[in-house]
Structures are given as C-alpha cells and as structure tokens.
C-alpha cells in the first residue's frame, strides 16, 4: 500500500468529530493527550512521536517542542510551558514541563487535522457530513477537478463562500447534493466556469 500524503492525512483526520471528548480547565477547551493518541491510533496506527530538547529562556521561561510522524510525514509543534492562565511559567518545575510536553503533543497532532478547530477559536462543531460523504467529494475533486480547484482546501473555501457554512458542517443531505452536483455531467464541463456556474449551482438548490 503506497504512504499516504499531508492532503489525504488532512482530509481523514479533520473530520474526526472531537466534540464529546473536549474538557475545559481554566476556562479553555482541550483535548487530553491520551484521546488524542487514541483517535490518532484509530486512523493512523503506525503514527510516532518525539520530543526535542527543552529550549531554556533567558527570562528563566521554557519551551517545549513534539514531532509527530505519519508515514513519513511530519508536523511539528512548539509550546511555551504556560500556567492554567496561558501564561510563561518562570523557573518551572519538572511537573509543568511535563504538562506542556502533553498539550504540545496534541497540539503537533493538530497540525495534521485532529482537533485543529480547538486552535481556531469559538465552538468546536460536530460534523455532520458523513466521512464517507467527504470522501467521495474529495475524490471527485481530485480526479475531475483540478483545473478549477488547487486542492481540497481550495475547494472548501468555494463551498463556505457560496453556502455560508463550513464543508464539514453541512448536513448530510446537503454534502449529498454537492456530490451530485460535482458529478453532473455540465458541472463537470469546465468550459462552462465561471461564466455559469453560479446559474448550476443554483439548479442544484444546493442552499435548500
């Protein structure tokens, strides 16, 4: 089986519905290292980590640093040690470097797409789209596609700019029609965007 590329982890891992498991401390939403690792597991089981040195601060402040791996591709992530008020922790004790090594590691995990939404501020939203469902549109977007879209992320945006709402959290009977609509015949005409388009997807009643 051929390794899976930083757009295909994007795609898998920022549809996995985060929600029920975000606990709040100190008034901010997190996501515990050990459900993280374990929706990553879920998806990608042959996923690794590591932590790099401790970059010590001339104020006596730290900072922490965690590499998850993925098939041979990689995110990084950096974090201060912070206190519950997400402030620097001056001369932390082994205890604090400890807690800021977990929550940078979620973070790193972030990177690629699980529980990115938590970094964004606001509400973390359940999906509603079927991963299934997103994953026919992409493939669409990709076989068909690629003269009007860069990528899945560009295509995103288009969805958001004409419904109003994120891909991922359009119903599933919406995302449907926009699969439909992605394989009719005079959508996939790409000779006829952008010049009428809107008038195609306005016939889809995509906004219904």
Known sequence: ??????????????????????????????????????????????????????VWLPDGSAEVHCTITIEGCQRSAFLAVMDFRNKAIVNPTAKDIGDAKQRCF?????????????????????????????????????ADYQEIFL???DFKRFIASYTGSELENLTEERAKKILTWLGMEKTRDLSTWPTNIMKSLNEARLND
């Open 1 to 54: 089986m051929k390794n899976v590329n930083y757009l295909e982890i994007w795609k898998k891992l920022s549809l996995v519905p985060v929600s029920e498991y975000i606990e709040t401390k100190g008034g901010f939403d997190y996501l515990s290292w050990s459900r993280a690792w374990a929706l990553l597991q879920e998806s990608f089981p042959q996923a690794t980590y590591e932590f790099g040195e401790i």
């Open 106 to 142: 979620v973070k790193a995990i972030a990177m690629f797409g699980l529980g990115f939404s938590l970094y964004l501020g606001g509400e973390v939203a359940e999906p509603s789209i079927s991963a299934g469902t997103a994953e026919e549109i992409a493939k669409l977007i990709e």
């Open 151 to 153: 990528g899945w992320v």
